[in-house]
């Protein structure tokens, strides 16, 4: 009797087949630290930048199939059984990325896992500086605004609806840009940088006492002009009440001020001496001329200054002289006779 063949299950057949499947493509897997795998076809020239954002909650198949599309890698299938094989699944970062088309795996996958380095850039904002000297410093140090981008972000109408400090019949910013080294990144426009300026003014000044000022019926937009006069004039910290004293007494009589910073303002020479000649200047902020504070504050100035424009002094001074021009230390006086004495001096 013939024996007959035994039949080939067609399940066996197909098993077979998935198993030399997985083998092969496993073995491509482990060979492809740093090579893409032979056996699959690039049909994207190598070597291309190419722009790839990955979204917050896109899931390991998402990034694979994307890359794959982009021409980063050859295949998504076996890129995300690499990223699974180095236990790197839940470190994959969301973010911009610029990859280059064609390149290996390991290459990949340690780009979208680490995280991008910022870059900051600091603005040392001196105390003292004007509005035009800080527009100047933020176009020197920041290299992503230009002049007129700062400029149109200095128009205080874009801020008088936020910062109730600016309510006040205030005519510029000139005196609320807060003096400070400031850290900034890429992202930033010139208005975001005024704006940072504007509000680290409203958190160093809202816990001052203003009680006083106001007994007075000095308003806060004339104590930051008095605060602004004495950062431009005192040079010696322990100066900075007295000069306040000085400004507060002389308002109190009505005389002038006669304070030379503010010429320096009209006249934007902040080096060299004043000359009687700058004191003929026709500017409301001469102060030689015109009684009262001038229009605005004539710099923006520090905490210190302002707290001493808040807390003047407890003395009769009327006038101050520089008797040491290195140190520039003042002598103060309270007639006339005593300052006519001290400036011969």
Not at 80 to 86: G, N
Not at 262 to 284: F, H, M, Q
Not at 303 to 316: M, R, T
Request: proline fraction near 4%; include cysteine; glycine fraction near 4%.
């Amino acid at each position: 009797m013939l024996k007959r063949k035994n039949k080939r299950n067609p399940y066996f057949i197909i098993l077979i087949f998935l198993v030399l499947a997985v083998a092969s493509v496993s073995a491509g897997v482990l060979s492809c630290s740093g090579v893409q795998t032979a056996s699959t076809e690039i049909t994207v020239e190598k070597g291309i930048e190419v722009e790839v954002e990955i979204e917050e909650g896109w899931t390991l198949n998402r990034i694979s199939q994307v890359l794959e599309e982009k021409g980063i890698i050859d295949s998504a299938f076996v890129f995300k059984l690499y990223v699974q094989q180095k236990g790197k699944e839940k470190n994959l970062l969301p973010g911009k990325y610029s990859l280059l088309t064609g390149s290996d795996y390991d290459t990949v996958l340690a780009r979208i896992t680490t995280p991008e380095k910022v870059v900051t850039y600091k603005i040392a904002i001196p105390e003292g500086y004007t509005v035009s000297q800080i527009k100047e410093r933020i176009v020197q140090e920041v290299p992503f605004v230009d002049g007129d981008e700062v400029e149109s972000a200095l128009n205080i109408e874009n801020y008088v609806d936020v910062y109730q400090f600016l309510d006040n019949g205030t005519a510029s910013l000139e005196g609320f840009l807060f003096p400070k080294t400031y850290e900034i990144t890429a992202d930033y426009s010139a208005a975001n940088i005024i704006e940072m300026l504007l509000t680290q003014f409203q958190f160093e000044t809202q816990s001052l006492d203003w009680e006083n000022a106001a007994k007075s019926n000095i308003s806060k937009y004339d104590i930051i002009k008095i605060a602004s006069l004495i950062e431009r004039e005192a040079y010696i910290p322990e100066e900075r009440e007295l000069i306040s004293a000085v400004i507060h007494n002389r308002l109190e009589m009505d005389w002038p001020l006669q304070i030379d910073a503010t010429i320096r303002y009209a006249l934007n020479k902040w080096d060299g001496i004043v000359t009687y000649d700058d004191l003929e200047i026709d500017s409301p902020y001469n102060t030689y001329k015109f009684t009262g504070l001038p229009p605005t504050p004539i710099c923006n100035p520090g905490l210190e200054c302002i707290k001493a424009a808040l807390n003047p002094a407890d003395a009769g001074y009327l006038f101050y002289v520089v008797i040491d021009e290195n140190t520039h230390e003042h002598k103060f006086s309270t007639t006339l006779e005593e300052h006519e004495k001290a400036k011969n001096q």
